[in-house]
């Protein structure tokens, strides 16, 4: 396992592209289950993510090969094996995005329910319900799902939950809904640009939807679909990971391939905080004013501001000029960071589902945890700014979701080291 040191201090200062976006690649290379030929993506990040789908897939029968260029090749060439097995699903949730696929174009499937998570309950029933209007026949045994239909037929199903909708069962009942016969509409689908660029994709493939990107998203059926070239979305995540990073340096950083249209939201709360974040030519400039101003942020589903950017917030509040409010309103108990900023002298205060963070003057470097990918982002962050030396441990976290995030940070001024622990 290796573990990060950061000498905390440095101004970031240069250009930092930003790589294609884990959420959006990972349920399209999913959806190449349903295709026949050859598909190739491109903008696929290279991240143990990515290559823990590679091996699920390819146990089910998929040729995935990545060209020196980067493009990622999928092929389907064998569909006999339909299961997804407990020691391949547990170690990724998104893995469970392969269900809707593999029922949609073999008629079956087995899929090992993903178990327990740090950012707290990840059910899918939601996906389960949605395939079932489609006419799936499941049943629950030994910890995997059994899915099974003669035949899928079009429906109209509602995948609103008690958080919102749900991106992965909006995934898979939209890759099951495009070979299904006849037409579903799915109410209450998530709206993220990441289930758009899914649609867009099973679309260029030969699929029929519209509505994409609101609420109510219509699916035709076809018959068949084929392999297409493809290119995923930038990584809003990433992009603003980076936004921050350059804010909270006081930095003075242009982030190339970064979609603002995504990240409204997030925009919307960093200039009341008091961060510059200006659209350039090929993406973004990032400057911050020395003061920091506290806000009030709440995570919502698309376009509010993404639960996967409230650990990340919460390391660049930590050193506002006062007190700010940060409600997880999508994984309520998504807060294993806190403890770990905490060490590191930053003041929160978790009361259910709310921290009040107290602005301090400075964060101290300290020997830190990575516990979950966002969170381990967090931890990063706090300590470009820390006084000293931060070590994180166990980073094979931020490893699932961004790529070689130290070289390219150091690449614009930042001090870590990776080291074996
Ligand atoms: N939910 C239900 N029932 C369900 C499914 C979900 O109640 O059947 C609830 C969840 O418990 C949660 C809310 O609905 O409270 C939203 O969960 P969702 O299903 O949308 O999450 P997901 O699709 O499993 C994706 C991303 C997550 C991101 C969430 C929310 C991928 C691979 N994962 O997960 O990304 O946090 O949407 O935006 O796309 C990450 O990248 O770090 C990450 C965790």
């Known amino acids: 396992m290796d573990c990060f040191l950061i000498n905390g201090g440095t101004r970031l200062k240069g250009s ?12 399209i290379m999913a959806a190449s289950i349903l295709t026949e030929g050859e598909n190739v993506l491109k903008g696929v990040p290279n991240l143990a993510d990515v290559n823990h789908l590679t091996v699920i897939l390819q146990r089910l029968g998929v040729a995935v090969t990545r060209d020196d260029n980067g493009d ?22 998104a893995s469970i995005c392969v269900m809707g696929p593999l029922l949609a174009k073999r008629r ?7 178990g327990g998570c740090n950012i707290g309950d990840r059910p899918v029933g939601l996906h389960l319900a949605g395939l079932k209007a489609l006419g799936a026949d499941i049943e629950l045994s030994s910890g995997d799902i059994h899915l099974k239909a003669k035949k899928l037929r079009g429906s109209e199903i509602f995948l609103g939950g008690p958080f919102g909708s749900t991106v992965l069962g909006t995934a898979n009942v939209m890759m099951a809904a495009s070979l299904a016969e006849g037409t579903t509409v799915i109410e209450a689908a998530a709206c993220e640009p990441e289930v758009i660029d899914l649609a867009n994709y099973l679309n260029a493939c030969g699929a029929h939807i519209s509505g994409h990107g609101t609420p109510r998203v219509t699916i035709e059926g076809v018959k068949e679909l084929r392999g297409c070239d493809y290119t995923v979305i930038p990584d809003r995540i990433e992009a603003g990971t980076f936004i921050m990073a350059g804010a909270i340096t006081n930095g003075d950083v242009k982030i190339q391939n970064c979609r603002l249209d995504h990240l409204l939201a997030v925009v919307d709360r960093l200039r009341a905080i008091g961060v510059n974040v200006e659209k350039n030519a090929d993406g973004v400039e990032v400057s911050s004013a020395r003061r920091l101003e506290p806000v009030t942020v709440t995570t919502q589903p698309y376009p509010g501001f993404p639960t996967d950017l409230q650990a990340q917030i919460m390391t660049l509040l930590s050193l506002a000029d ?6 997880e309103k999508i994984f309520p108990d998504r807060f294993v960071h806190v403890a770990e900023l905490s060490r590191m002298g930053a003041m929160l205060r978790k009361e259910g589902p709310t921290v009040i963070v107290a602005g301090v003057k400075h964060l101290i470097g300290a020997p830190v945890m990575a516990s979950d990918l ?19 441990s166990r980073v094979y976290h931020i490893d699932r979701g961004y790529e070689q995030i130290e070289q390219r940070l150091c690449a614009i001024g930042a001090d870590i080291k990776r080291l074996p622990e």
């Open 16 to 27: 930092i592209a930003v790589n294609g976006s884990k959420n959006a690649a990972l349920p």
């Open 72 to 93: 990622l090749r999928l092929r389907v060439e064998d569909e006999m094996n339909c299961h997804a097995e407990y020691e391949l699903v547990r170690k990724m949730r």
């Open 108 to 114: 079956k499937a087995q899929v090992s329910l993903p």
């Open 322 to 327: 006062g007190n700010s409010i940060i409600t």
């Open 374 to 392: 966002r969170a381990s982002a967090a931890l990063v962050l706090a300590g470009l700014v820390a006084k000293g030396q931060t070590k994180i």
